[in-house]
């Protein structure tokens, strides 16, 4: 059965304008740092239909303007990934531009090619580390950006940028060069504020302790990803 | 005539015809803010004088000095000054800046109180005048009938202009400056003869009266300015005088009535007019023209009351209401923005943010799109404008309407308002499920019912009960208001505002309501999940069993926003069944300024779980922190109350932090344009926009201090956080802030 978490109707963070926010329940990673830690566990959430979805996003196409639309997030959209094809079309049937954002930890082509944008986080460029940070390997990840970058299909890359893990110009410059293709890179600095959902979820948070980057540091970051 | 020389012709040179004026000669103007300039010398050195008295007034307990000798009047002080050297547009309320005169005609234990409550003490030929004069307040009470007591007393009815002026009037203070004071004088000299041939029935001999009164003042208005050294007796020539001419006038009427709200209505593009002109003839130049903006808002800035504690419970922070509503588009669909409008807003970072003038933008899709974002990059600098729906207000209110007080649109000069302060619908219901008893006090406040506290709530017959109340309140309601209006035009007449309006006025009566948001979740409940009354050993329901879940109003659920929306129908059409004074129109409003916290303070428990005397969220809003899927869901909730039932408008105050609103400041400002865009599309009427961290606000609550000039919108206007009481600030502190994690 498909499941949402929930649904922000405020979104200007995840991608171009204002968006509305489908927050699929369920990921496959499980990312030290993560600010949806109860999105986690595929048992949650409620049960909605791509009708449903696509009728109440239809609600906010006055907010949309030129640039907005929805978002596809999570969770991992993808890793229901049927359920995500039927809600982009869904969307799309609404005239509604469509983001989704994903991890690309589970490879899913027909939702990949069915979505006008595709926000792809690539949580880290070395292999090692990205299984260490995500428990996941990072196979899918490369297969989906492949993807994108041989269908031509408009897609931005996006990283988390967390102290001593990936916040290198090494690392990030690997990134520019892996992203070929990409519309934007988006480096996001790492913040606690999803701590609590952690705690509500039963689970200990790993990066109690972190800080995020400086501004320095990320204004680094943004410069060797732009030269 | 020289003044209107090189303004194109029209309708308005033969008869009283702003909006002609302004349609026929203004320039739309749709580039961005770059033309802007900084404070003159002048404005730099007033504006330090300023700020060193707004210290000391606030280091003396809000209020600088009272003169308590004097009534305040338009002839009854000597002129004043602030900085005579650098003043270009003169005249202070009083004979000094920020002292506060006396007007008793509202009420004199009012005035005695208000000065009792400062240390000062009412001088002895005051109280012993007032001895043998009825007040507005001697009036009404009068009057006032034993259920109408009843229900102020319970606090189901709070707020009303009973004790001081009603205020909300806005004179078209730009007459003055068009046509000069002395032919505003002889139209109305022929107003009052052409009333010589009808009968002599009640309203014409009132009207007969008025008009006599209103040419002392428009007379008195000439003197005032002579004063000054000005003759406003003529139309204004230059730029400077015509921003002077408009001040006189609106100062005349400050001087003479201490309304609550005492708005200045829509005058930037008719200034503009003005400066367009002085520009081309070489008169003036970019610097001029700003600083003539800036030395006006200055004075504006200068604007005071004197009023009691109660008062500042109810509309906290020494609010004015100078309300200026800015943009907007005309009938023929020309933007109304002119250099004028950025010149007005830009006072916010030549003199730093303050709450006064309160600077309304009439929103449009014809504005623009450099105005529209240049004012959200406003609201992001400075948290100090608010946005009304033109293109929902225009097909209404035509294209020269004002915002009086908040919300409240009105025709400029062509209409009036009998001010009705607001109704607590959220308490009427616990009223109504205990039959008719206070369920604070067990008081009997309205008509005797069988109470519904025995099991489970019924939801048909809990509706059929509060309608049934509510059919009851509205009339009381309405006659309360009569009574209060006839006495107010019977002893406190706005002599030089309605001087200021057509003769023959469109009168309106804006009644309020508060709590809807309380009245839709109980509701929703009731009808949705299972609510069981508790009651005391009297029977009296004192609280509320509620088992399961309910959809809340503000997360976009028709559900319930149909129960608010219903609601405000049915209030609204209720009042209408009762006739309302000299032929006014009944328009509600759903506002409640600052007074959500005094209302909740009157409200017991209810069936939505809200705790016994704690704050309603403010206007339309939904109850803090019941919305779950984000601002835009709230915005749509509030969106779906109809403005046809709410002509006196829907106030919805947001906050939001910067970082919620994108990565940049540029996207950040695209963002917040689009928000107010959506809203409006959808049929919203008006938005507070408070952009800034909580984290800010806290600081500012513990270190009041620290952040002087920290400007909030609270409820259809601002104020400087650090002047709220500990009361208030907590209450802005506990409303939703849309923040993402």
Known sequence: M??????????????????????????????????????FDFDGGKEMSAEEIAAFCARYKSYYGQTGGATLSGGEPLAQ????????????????????????????????????????????????????????????????????????????????????????????????????GAQKIQLLPFHSMGAHKWEKAGLTYPFKNAQPPSEKVMQQLRNAVLN | MDAWKGFKKGRWQDTIDVRDFIQKNYAPYAGGA?????????????????????????????????????????????????????????????????????????????????????????????????????THNDGVFRVYTKEMLALRKSGILTGLPDAYGRGRIIGDYRRVALYGAQFLLDEKIKDFEALEALDMDDETIRLREEVCRQREFLLQLMQMAQLYGDDVSRPALTAREAVQWVYYAYLGAIKEQNGAAM???????????????????????????????????????????????????????????????????????????????????????????????????????????????????????????????????????????????????????????????????????????????????GIEVGFKAKPLNAGVLNYDEVLARYLGYIDWLAKTYVNTMNVIHYMHDKYAYEKLQMGLHDTQPERLMAFGVAGLSVVADSLSAIKYAECTPVTDETGLITDYKTVGEFPSY????????????????????????????????????????????????????????????????????????????????????????????????ISNTFSLTPDTLGHSEEIVCKNLTAIIEGYFKNGGHHLNVNVFKRAVLEQAHKQPHRYPNLTIRVSGYAVKFGVLSKKHREEVLARTFFDRL
């Not at chain 1, 991608?15 to 109860?38: E, K």
């Not at chain 1, 469509?98 to 939702?111: H, I």
């Open chain 2, 263 to 441: 708005s200045l209505g829509r005058v930037s593009t008719f200034l503009d007019i003005y400066i367009q002109r002085d520009i081309k003839n070489g008169l003036l130049d970019e610097d001029g023209a700003q600083e003539l903006i800036d030395q006006f808002v200055l004075k504006l800035r200068m604007a005071r009351q004197l009023r009691t504690p109660e008062y500042n419970e109810l509309f906290a922070g020494d609010p004015t209401w100078v309300t200026e509503a800015v943009g907007g588009a005309g009938l023929d669909g020309r933007s109304l923005v002119t250099k004028s409008s950025y010149r007005f807003i830009h006072t916010l970072y030549n003199l730093d943010t303050a709450p006064e003038p309160n600077i309304t933008v009439l929103f449009s899709r014809a504005l623009p799109q450099a105005f529209k974002e240049y004012c959200a990059r406003v609201s992001v600098d400075t948290s100090s404008i608010q946005y009304e729906n033109d293109d929902l207000m225009r097909p209404e209110f035509g294209d020269d309407y004002g915002i009086s007080c908040c919300v409240s649109a009105m025709k400029i000069g062509k209409q009036m308002q009998f001010f009705g302060a607001r109704c607590n619908l959220a308490k009427l219901l616990l009223v109504a499920l205990n039959g008719g008893r206070d369920e604070l006090t």
């Open chain 2, 554 to 649: 503000g997360n976009d659920d028709d559900r319930v926003d149909g129960i608010a929306a219903f609601i405000t129908q049915y209030f609204y059409d209720a009042l209408c069944k009762t006739k309302a004074y000299r032929g006014a129109k009944h328009t509600l409003s759903v506002l409640t300024i600052t007074s959500n916290i005094v209302y909740g303070s009157k409200t017991g428990k209810t069936p939505c779980g809200k705790p016994a005397r704690e704050a309603f969220a403010p206007g339309a809003n939904p109850l803090h922190n019941r919305e779950t899927h984000g601002a835009l869901a709230s915005l749509n909730s509030v969106a779906k109350l109809s403005y046809k039932a709410c002509r006196d408008g």
């Open chain 2, 34 to 134: 770059e033309f802007l300039r900084g404070p003159s010398a002048s404005v730099s050195a007033i504006l330090k004088k300023f700020k060193k008295l707004l210290a000391d007034e606030k280091a003396n307990n809000g209020v600088l000095d009272i003169d308590t000798d004097t009534v305040s009047s338009l002839l009854s002080y000597k002129p004043g000054y602030i900085d005579r050297e650098n003043e270009i547009i003169f005249g202070l309320q009083t004979d000094a800046p920020l002292k506060r005169g006396v007007n008793p005609f509202g009420g004199i234990r009012t005035a005695r109180d208000a000065v009792r409550a400062y240390g000062y003490q009412l001088s002895d030929k005051i109280e012993e005048h007032f001895k043998y004069k009825t």
């Open chain 1, 81 to 180: 990934a049927d359920f995500a094809l039927e809600v982009l079309n869904a969307l799309k049937a609404q005239g509604i531009h469509t983001a989704l954002d994903t991890s690309g930890a589970v490879y899913a082509p027909k939702a990949l090619a069915a979505a006008d944008l595709v926000l792809l986080d690539i949580k880290h460029t070395d292999k090692d580390m990205f299984l260490r940070l995500t428990g996941q390997p990072i196979d899918n990840t490369l297969k989906t950006l492949s993807f994108l970058q041989k269908k031509g299909k408009p897609f931005w890359v996006r990283q988390v940028i967390v102290q001593g893990h990936n916040d290198t110009v090494e690392q990030v410059s690997a990134l520019k060069a892996l992203a070929e």
């Open chain 1, 2 to 39: 498909p499941k949402i978490h929930s649904i922000e109707t405020l979104g200007a963070l995840d991608g171009p304008g204002l968006r509305t926010v489908i927050f699929f329940q369920g990921c496959v990673m499980r990312c030290g740092y993560c600010h949806n830690a109860d999105m």
